[in-house]
Nanobody, 125 residues
Framework: QVQLVESGGGSVQPGGSLRLSCVAS????????LGWFRQAPGKEREVVAG????????YYAAPVKGRFTTSQDTAENSVYLQMDRLKPEDTGTYYC??????????????????WGQGTLVTISS
């Protein structure tokens, strides 16, 4: 049984930083994509960033490019999201997601196979 467990959410002021972590377990075949989605209150879930592991490529959604950095550790089956210069509009529940099959570019939620339970990020003064 595959499990994705996120950690690192919380509440910070605008301009602050947070680092999210996600550890994947239960699948030994290797992930094709590990990344992050988020859902703000009243809005649809959207992709934030992720790593196409086999291709060695990284994707960032336009609203976070230049402020967020994602990385992954193959040996640990982990993916991280460093979020800097946070804005109130970054508020939402952040979900770790994984795909074990070839994944389209850009990634979308329908191409993911597994999801974490979500971690809440609140940006407020």
């Amino acid at each position: 049984q595959v499990q994705l467990v996120e950690s690192g959410g919380g509440s910070v002021q605008p301009g602050g930083s947070l680092r999210l972590s996600c550890v994947a377990s239960g699948y030994t075949g290797g992930y094709n994509f590990l990344g992050w989605f988020r859902q703000a209150p009243g809005k649809e879930r959207e992709v934030v960033a992720g790593v196409y592991i086999l291709a060695g490529k990284t994707y960032y959604a336009a609203p976070v490019k230049g402020r967020f950095t994602t990385s992954q550790d193959t040996a640990e089956n982990s993916v991280y999201l460093q979020m800097d210069r946070l804005k109130p509009e970054d508020t939402g529940t952040y979900y770790c997601a994984a795909s074990i099959k070839p994944t389209i570019w850009p990634p979308n939620e329908y191409s993911m196979d597994y999801w974490g339970q979500g971690t809440l990020v609140t940006i407020s003064s």
